[in-house]
């Protein structure tokens, strides 16, 4: 199966699929202009491909290629320096983060993009914040309103694909899990539903 972007939605400068661990399942594909990235997030966000929904998300860095287009490749590499070594020197709960989405994402206002196709995440730790799980296919709910029901939950997610049950818990009503078929399709509800409502229902993912 392939999936068609170039021609089809702007423009492309560059694509980069990284090929450690870390970064499997995840590509980034820059665009000349943001216009074009956006384009394709509204119409590729959560294409199936070789059985795993894609999640599309803006990159949160401008790429090299576009950096060399605009003529601040340099200092491009020397704020990309600096923040490598910054990171280098914070302890190992706040370095990790996931990055693992589920297919193509778009990136920044430079319009850069890149995405993934699933796959990849290292093993949960009691000491890592729930913030910065790894995926997993089933999400844990926190902050919920006193009066949610089970059936306002299931009706909320099971709008996204591989939806399979919400399980909440009787004497703790403030809290809830809710079960995709895989971890793909649980980043992408998770994703779209991070911010829903005023009363700020905090999603993250299970703790394996």
Same mark, same amino acid.
């Given at each position: 199966?392939?999936?068609?972007?170039?021609?089809?939605?702007?423009?492309?400068?560059?694509?980069?699929?990284?090929?450690?661990?870390?970064?499997?399942?995840?590509?980034?594909?820059?665009?000349?202009?943001?216009?074009?990235?956006?384009?394709?997030?509204?119409?590729?966000?959560?294409?199936?491909?070789?059985?795993?929904?894609?999640?599309?998300?803006?990159?949160?860095?401008?790429?090299?290629?576009?950096?060399?287009?605009?003529?601040?490749?340099?200092?491009?590499?020397?704020?990309?320096?600096?923040?490598?070594?910054?990171?280098?020197?914070?302890?190992?709960?706040?370095?990790?983060?996931?990055?693992?989405?589920? /297919?193509?994402?778009? %990136? &920044?206002?430079? =319009? !850069? @993009? /890149?995405?993934?196709? %699933? &796959?990849?995440? =290292? !093993? @949960?730790?009691?000491?890592?914040?729930?913030?910065?799980?790894?995926?997993?296919?089933?999400?844990?709910?926190?902050?919920?309103?006193?009066?949610?029901?089970?059936?306002?939950?299931?009706?909320?997610?099971?709008?996204?694909?591989?939806?399979?049950?919400?399980?909440?818990?009787?004497?703790?009503?403030?809290?809830?899990?809710?079960?995709?078929?895989?971890?793909?399709?649980?980043?992408?509800?998770?994703?779209?539903?991070?911010?829903?409502?005023?009363?700020?229902?905090?999603?993250?993912?299970?703790?394996?």
């Amino acid at each position: 199966m392939s999936l068609k972007l170039g021609g089809t939605y702007g423009e492309i400068l560059d694509i980069v699929a990284h090929g450690n661990l870390r970064m499997r399942g995840q590509a980034f594909v820059v665009f000349k202009d943001q216009e074009s990235a956006a384009q394709a997030i509204k119409e590729v966000n959560g294409f199936i491909l070789k059985e795993k929904a894609m999640l599309i998300q803006y990159a949160r860095s401008k790429s090299d290629a576009i950096a060399i287009s605009d003529g601040t490749i340099e200092e491009h590499k020397r704020q990309r320096l600096e923040a490598k070594e910054k990171r280098a020197k914070e302890p190992p709960q706040k370095r990790f983060k996931t990055t693992h989405s589920g /297919g193509f994402q778009a %990136g &920044g206002p430079s =319009g !850069a @993009a /890149g995405g993934s196709g %699933g &796959g990849g995440g =290292g !093993a @949960a730790s009691s000491n890592i914040a729930d913030e910065f799980l790894p995926p997993n296919k089933i999400l844990f709910l926190q902050n919920l309103p006193e009066d949610i029901t089970e059936a306002m939950l299931t009706a909320l997610f099971q709008q996204y694909p591989g939806f399979k049950e919400v399980r909440t818990v009787p004497v703790k009503k403030e809290i809830a899990f809710v079960e995709y078929e895989n971890e793909t399709q649980a980043m992408i509800a998770k994703e779209a539903l991070s911010n829903y409502s005023n009363h700020k229902i905090k999603i993250t993912f299970a703790r394996k």
